[in-house]
């Protein structure tokens, strides 16, 4: 009896992770920088799919959840095949091509949920929602599935095109068709294998996804690295790169954010991370951890300069340090001297 509980507890986590994750994956794509229509659309989808997969494991471990419950995981269910469509279409810059305006043709879908959800509640037409309305759902994400085929095709035919190298866009695009299909299948299905095997199949593709692109991310860096280990810059772009590095620094003042990343700023820069590595250390002959720590202990020495005094962790942190004793570190590393110290000899040579 205790090995079958563990079993379907084990169950229960492997079926509701991906769902979970698939939400906090939404809202990254939300919330993400730079924000476009296809990185909304990618989470919209994600979203619909993680109600959905939320809906059926709460469904098969707990059969007397509410009847609004499971009307919501099917109604969301009845959107995850347009928003895959119009990700893919957005994603291919065709979406400005199609007949009837996006704008118009989401609003319609969204409407029409929300009025049948209202004159047709789960509760009071079960006998609608478990046949008709089931079969409907499945069939409507399948037609807006094979829509999105026609659109991203050509992108499969570039598989097989030595010449063609795909981004990691695109990679993103066709896993998220191909993970759609495959939970899409694993649903349709269900009624030959089992109801949970919809959720399994979308922790399993999630988790794939991601690390083929955090490999995919890993092989190119180090291709990257590769390319720039014995290449000298030229004198030109050093140039041109200091001084947009320099203009993040002093106008932006990016360093104030005590998470800035080296790979934030390559980007802001438009350039990759081995050349801006390269760039600071072959020609400015520092670390970008030294380089960033200069600017904010300059920033620091004009705050102990200033006639009223502030506290050492209230500068810490406006410098972008994430502590005061990271501050202490830093500051005597390229003055020698800590910042009480030098607060009090300024003091000192102004009297």
């Given at each position: 009896m205790?090995?079958?509980?563990?079993?379907s507890e084990?169950?229960f986590?492997l079926?509701?992770?991906?769902?979970?994750n698939?939400?906090?994956l939404?809202?990254?794509?939300?919330?993400?920088?730079?924000?476009?229509?296809?990185?909304?659309?990618?989470a919209?989808?994600?979203?619909?799919?993680?109600?959905?997969i939320l809906?059926?494991v709460w469904?098969f471990f707990?059969p007397?959840?509410?009847?609004?419950?499971l009307?919501?995981?099917?109604?969301a269910?009845?959107?995850i095949g347009p928003f895959?469509?119009?990700?893919?279409?957005s994603?291919?810059n065709?979406?400005?091509?199609?007949?009837?305006?996006?704008?118009?043709?989401?609003?319609a879908?969204?409407?029409?949920t929300v009025g049948?959800?209202?004159?047709?509640?789960?509760?009071?037409?079960?006998?609608?929602?478990?046949?008709r309305?089931?079969?409907?759902?499945?069939?409507?994400?399948l037609?807006y599935?094979?829509?999105?085929?026609?659109?991203i095709?050509y992108?499969?035919?570039?598989?097989?095109?030595?010449k063609?190298k795909?981004?990691n866009?695109?990679i993103?695009?066709?896993?998220a068709f191909?993970g759609?299909?495959?939970?899409?299948f694993?649903?349709y299905?269900?009624t030959y294998?089992s109801y949970?095997?919809?959720a399994?199949?979308?922790?399993f593709v999630f988790?794939?996804?991601?690390l083929?692109l955090?490999?995919?991310?890993r092989?190119?860096q180090?291709l990257?690295g590769?390319?720039?280990q014995?290449?000298?810059?030229?004198q030109?772009q050093v140039?041109?790169l200091?001084?947009?590095?320099e203009q993040?620094?002093?106008?932006?003042?990016l360093?104030r954010d005590?998470n800035?990343?080296q790979?934030?700023?390559a980007?802001?820069?438009?350039v990759?991370?081995?050349?801006?590595s390269?760039?600071l250390n072959?020609n400015?002959?520092?670390s970008?951890?030294?380089?960033?720590?200069?600017h904010?202990?300059?920033?620091?020495k004009?705050?102990?300069?200033?006639?009223?005094?502030?506290?050492?962790?209230?500068?810490?942190?406006?410098?972008?340090?994430?502590?005061?004793?990271?501050?202490?570190?830093?500051f005597?590393k390229v003055?020698?001297s800590?910042?009480a110290?030098?607060r009090?000899?300024?003091s000192?040579?102004?009297?």
């Amino acid at each position: 009896m205790q090995s079958v509980q563990i079993n379907s507890e084990i169950l229960f986590f492997l079926s509701a992770i991906g769902a979970f994750n698939g939400l906090l994956l939404a809202l990254y794509f939300f919330i993400a920088k730079p924000s476009s229509l296809a990185k909304q659309f990618l989470a919209l989808m994600l979203l619909m799919i993680s109600i959905r997969i939320l809906k059926s494991v709460w469904f098969f471990f707990h059969p007397e959840v509410t009847k609004t419950f499971l009307q919501v995981g099917l109604s969301a269910c009845f959107l995850i095949g347009p928003f895959l469509y119009f990700y893919c279409l957005s994603a291919t810059n065709k979406i400005a091509n199609i007949l009837i305006p996006w704008q118009v043709h989401v609003s319609a879908l969204v409407l029409f949920t929300v009025g049948f959800n209202v004159l047709y509640p789960y509760q009071d037409y079960l006998w609608l929602w478990q046949n008709r309305v089931y079969s409907i759902v499945n069939y409507i994400w399948l037609f807006y599935s094979v829509l999105s085929v026609k659109v991203i095709w050509y992108k499969f035919r570039q598989l097989f095109d030595d010449k063609v190298k795909l981004s990691n866009d695109d990679i993103l695009l066709m896993s998220a068709f191909i993970g759609n299909a495959i939970i899409w299948f694993a649903y349709y299905s269900s009624t030959y294998t089992s109801y949970i095997v919809g959720a399994l199949s979308f922790s399993f593709v999630f988790y794939l996804v991601c690390l083929l692109l955090i490999f995919r991310w890993r092989e190119q860096q180090t291709l990257l690295g590769k390319k720039y280990q014995f290449k000298k810059i030229e004198q030109s772009q050093v140039q041109s790169l200091q001084e947009k590095l320099e203009q993040l620094m002093t106008q932006q003042e990016l360093f104030r954010d005590a998470n800035l990343t080296q790979p934030q700023v390559a980007r802001k820069l438009e350039v990759s991370v081995p050349l801006l590595s390269q760039m600071l250390n072959d020609n400015l002959n520092k670390s970008f951890s030294v380089y960033i720590n200069e600017h904010r202990i300059s920033a620091a020495k004009e705050l102990l300069r200033a006639n009223k005094p502030m506290k050492m962790d209230d500068i810490s942190e406006q410098c972008g340090f994430n502590s005061q004793s990271t501050f202490y570190s830093a500051f005597k590393k390229v003055e020698n001297s800590t910042p009480a110290k030098f607060r009090s000899q300024f003091s000192s040579n102004n009297s």
